[in-house]
């Protein structure tokens, strides 16, 4: 270990003055697209029959995420948001939604957007995710929701949070962005709560471009969030209550198709990489990692650490400075926490001080991760990672 410090302590870092350790950008993340040729056949078939949107392809794409989810229906629609903003309307949601600060900014403004009031709450410090126990202290007799989040694709305690829900008669929704491949407890993400959203961007492991899906077991609620992606009408151009267009496209539906051939194989490999990172990352003082509860599989949508600037030599800021001067994409996930967001800053915070969640945004750092990064990859941002804390006291100098 000693040898490998002085080693590294030889090497000087980009940010004074040496070479970067990546001659390109390695970036954050990258969507792994599956087989270009069998998806350019899919194509074909689409622009031949004219049918563009809403149609077979869409349908398919549907019945095999609830074939892979268990989850009674699968709503397509064109975003992960679009799709939560669908759901608090077609649930009838009015008053207060109890939900995290610590998450990205989208789950916020699906409740914003349907004039119900955000509660925020503190969130565990281990896991990261909502603490159902100060979820259950927020509950007043205007709450009307439950909204946890799979953060970074790591599950929330759902079962505290459907026995907290149950018991104050409150609607639980799932914002499962990160989640399509996550198992809680050994059951697929897709089945829980009232509804689950997730979103097909290409920074996700299941994507389709552009896209969301609503997942719930409520078929009323499946039927109304059909209607609300086409305006709120249900064919009879009638429509019965104001929604907007969150459809997907049939291109958009094969691609998903085609993803979701290789998912389960991409959520083993992230798991992989992630073991590696974190043997390799926990020899460095100063970096922590998230926790995943026994019995849980976190699809790892990122992969982020938690930095000890006095342990680690720097700050979470300061390394991120440094990491991108070694052409290494990181980013600051999520920073600034949502409720010191210019949006949403004059929402209550029952939970006052929200102790747990400023201290993970102001120190938590998401490190490259895709499922196609190679362990030669891994290997050298790690040893990066160690060139700056053995050379901690020349960076801050320079940084000043």
Same mark, same amino acid.
Request: charged share 20%; hydrophobic share 40%; with cysteine.
């Given at each position: ?20 350790? +990546? ?34 392809? &869409?349908?398919?794409? #549907? ?186 496209? #049939? ?37 922590? +990692? ?47 926490? &949502? ?50 804390? &053995? ?10």
């Amino acid at each position: 270990m000693q040898k490998a410090k002085n080693k590294a302590k030889k090497q000087l870092p980009a940010i004074l003055g040496g070479p970067p350790a +990546f001659e390109k950008i390695i970036p954050i993340t990258c969507p792994t697209i599956p087989s270009t040729a069998d998806l350019f056949k899919e194509y074909k078939k689409i622009f031949k029959s004219g049918m563009l949107t809403n149609a077979s392809y &869409v349908e398919a794409f #549907e019945e095999a995420v609830q074939k892979y989810t268990g989850a009674k229906y699968a709503i397509a629609t064109n975003s992960c948001t679009n799709g939560m903003m669908l759901t608090i309307k077609a649930l009838g949601l009015k008053g207060e939604v109890i939900l995290p600060s610590f998450t990205f900014h989208a789950t916020a403004h699906a409740a914003a957007w349907n004039g119900l009031k955000l509660v925020f709450v503190d969130c565990d410090p281990k896991t990261y995710n909502i603490d159902p126990k100060k979820v259950e202290a927020a509950i007043t007799p205007q709450t009307c929701a439950i909204m946890a989040v799979y953060i970074f694709g790591n599950p929330p305690d759902i079962e505290s949070l459907e026995k907290v829900a149950k018991k104050h008669k409150l609607k639980l929704i799932l914002d499962a962005a990160h989640g399509f491949g996550t198992k809680y407890q050994g059951k697929s993400a897709g089945g829980f709560g009232d509804a689950e959203s997730f979103s097909l961007s290409p920074t996700k492991l299941l994507t389709s471009g552009e896209g969301g899906l609503v997942t719930t077991n409520d078929p009323d609620l499946a039927r109304k969030l059909k209607t609300g992606r086409n305006y709120g009408d249900p064919g009879t151009y009638d429509s019965e209550f104001s929604g907007f267009n969150a459809r997907m496209s #049939e291109l958009h539906a094969a691609l998903g198709l085609t993803s979701l051939k290789v998912l389960t194989k991409n959520v083993q490999r992230r798991n992989q990489m992630v073991t590696l990172y974190k043997k390799l990352l926990s020899q460095i003082p100063g970096i922590d +990692f998230q926790q995943i509860e026994k019995g849980n599989i976190s699809s790892y949508k990122d992969f982020s650490i938690l930095i000890d600037a006095k342990a680690f030599g720097l700050s979470r800021d300061q390394a991120y400075q440094a990491l991108n001067k070694e052409n290494i994409m990181v980013k600051k996930y999520f920073y600034p926490a &949502v409720h010191n967001q210019i949006a949403f800053r004059g929402y209550p915070k029952r939970d006052t001080g929200l102790k747990n969640t400023n201290f993970i945004a102001e120190n938590s750092l998401s490190l490259p991760l895709f499922s196609h990064i190679t362990e030669a990859q891994i290997r050298k941002i790690v040893k990066t990672v160690e060139v700056l804390h &053995v050379n901690a006291n020349a960076i801050k100098k320079n940084l000043k």
